[in-house]
């Protein structure tokens, strides 16, 4: 590999831990205003300190965050579909790569969605992107997009998803936690991060899913609404980062999480 793209693997990848906690506001791409993302910069300022990476769109980035910031940027360069519209999984790329140079990203990531009509034109837009950044040195996450049925894949569709992004030279590979979830890990050969999903019934709940999914071989997550829409996302982002970097259990997570709870600024 060469060594711009180790160096910028390894700003979100953190090489003392060999884990990553990615902090994922992309959501607008294609659900519009999201609850708590409407104004993502407020939401998303106390809680810079706390992650190892920011995934959003460049419209937002060049909008909302400060360009001042440390935190490596992950780009969103894949869209064109809406949650109205008639297939979520009809996207095509909607950034260059000289605009992501522009903007200094650490990485660029594109969704493929495996098994639906557009199999074929978002795994054709994940193998080109892939040409395009390797000019740059700039690592692809392929995101294994589920669309509407979230909930409903299990370990061998992930599996076939994460393993097919893997041979198309993804750099490392964005899915979903599931049962079986070691035998993702099995048969991909590049770091794989979950996402969290909707916002799950209690803070335990997804303690639990980040800690399962580390424990099982996950190089860390890409968390959004378990973290963002929590009524207290500072608290819940520290022990997020201690389950991932620190392996503490879920229920020393959930003592973390209280505790950081009573600090001043917790809310946002
Ligand atoms: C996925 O493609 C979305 O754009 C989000 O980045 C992803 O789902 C992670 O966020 P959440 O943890 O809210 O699912």
């Known amino acids: 590999m060469d060594w711009g793209m180790k160096n910028r693997l390894s700003q979100i990848i953190k090489p003392d831990t060999g ?31 706390y992650a190892d990476a920011l995934m959003l769109t460049r419209g937002i980035l060049r909008s909302s965050i400060r360009p001042e910031i ?42 493929i969605f495996i098994g639906t009509d557009f199999e074929h034109q978002t795994l054709g837009n994940l193998a080109f992107l892939i040409d395009m950044a390797q000019e740059y040195g700039i690592p692809v996450l392929a995101v294994t997009a589920v669309g509407k049925e ?30 079986e979830f070691e035998k993702i890990i099995e048969s991909c050969p590049i770091p794989v ?32 609404r378990n973290i963002w829409q929590s009524e207290f996302p500072v608290a819940k982002i520290k022990a997020v980062r ?23 600024h917790s809310k946002i």
């Open 70 to 111: 440390s935190v490596p940027i992950v780009l969103r360069v894949s869209g064109g579909s809406s949650i109205i519209g008639a297939d979520l999984s009809n996207e095509t790329i909607t950034t260059s790569m000289e605009d992501a140079v522009r903007l200094n990203v650490s990485a660029v990531a594109l969704s």
């Open 19 to 49: 884990r990553t906690v990615m902090l994922a506001v992309d959501h607008g791409y294609f659900l519009g205003p999201t609850h708590k993302l409407e104004h993502v910069g407020t939401t998303v300022e106390p809680l810079l300190p």
């Open 193 to 224: 991060v979950i996402a969290g999903g909707p916002k799950l019934d209690t803070d335990l709940d997804a303690f639990n899913l980040a800690y399962d999914a580390v424990q099982k071989g996950a190089t860390g997550v890409d968390m959004g």
């Open 150 to 179: 979230i909930g409903k894949k299990d370990s061998r569709f992930l599996a076939l998803a994460c393993r097919i992004a893997a041979e198309l030279g993804a750099s490392f590979v964005k899915t979903y936690y599931c049962d």
């Open 242 to 264: 201690a389950i991932v970097h620190d392996k503490v259990p879920p229920k020393q997570a959930l003592e973390i999480f209280e505790e950081n709870k009573k600090k001043k």
